[in-house]
Each structure stands twice: as C-alpha cells, then as structure tokens.
C-alpha cells in the first residue's frame, strides 16, 4: 500500500478563536462557551502567537481565584506559553503521531511565522476517517 499523503492545510481550521493577552479570563470562558471551543490562541496587536489558552487554564483561574477570593485577570496570567506548532504542509498522520505522543489537543498551524489556522484533534480525526490515507 502506498501512502497518500494528507496535508494540514487542506483539513485546518482557518478561522481559529483568538483573544489577546490583555483580554480578561471572565470573557475567555464565555468565549469558549458561545463557540463551542475548547481553547483559544493568543495573539500579539500583531498577530504574533504568544500563546494558548484552554478550558483547562480557565479551570485553574477558577480554583485560584477561589483561593484568592478574586475571579478574573489578563489571559497572559493563565495562559500556556511557549507554543508548538505545525506547518501548512505537514502530513496529518505525523500530527496525529505528535498528539498521540503528547498531552496537546491542538497546534496552531504557522507559514513563515504568521498564524493561519488551527489542526485539533477533531480535524486529525476528520482527515484520518477520509478513508483515502491508504490506497492500494
């Protein structure tokens, strides 16, 4: 069998959440909320990915803000930094292998240093049941 190969750019997401690093954490939850997402990339008054914050950074802004008795702040204080990534022209199965690997459920997709979308889990799963990975 010979392995066609399935590029992340042709399975990404294009239009990944963002929010900046001064956006409060309290917006971030009702962002991931309202759209259904689990995560969201943060970007730099550039555009420049600094970072990525998860429902599980908001999760443990909750818990300390419980400690601390005072809910909310800048993105920056919760979110994970530095961020791997992936490029347009990666082969999904090797994405797929990274994330099996890893604890990570998503990577910012970069060309040239500039954010262009986003390959989750879901989008590794959707390029893998195609069905055309393999052909004979």
Known sequence: MNRIPLLV???MTR???TVTPETEITQVVRLLIDNDRSGALVVDRDGVLVGVVTERD???AAVTADYYEEWGGPVEKFMSAPVEHIAPDDNV???AA???SSSYRRFPVLDKGRLVGLMSRREVLRALANG???KS
């Open 93 to 95: 199965v090797d994405v």
């Open 9 to 11: 750019s042709d399975y």
């Open 132 to 134: 055309s990975w393999f």
């Open 98 to 100: 990274r994330m099996a």
């Open 58 to 60: 908001c999760i443990e």
């Open 15 to 17: 239009d990944p959440l």
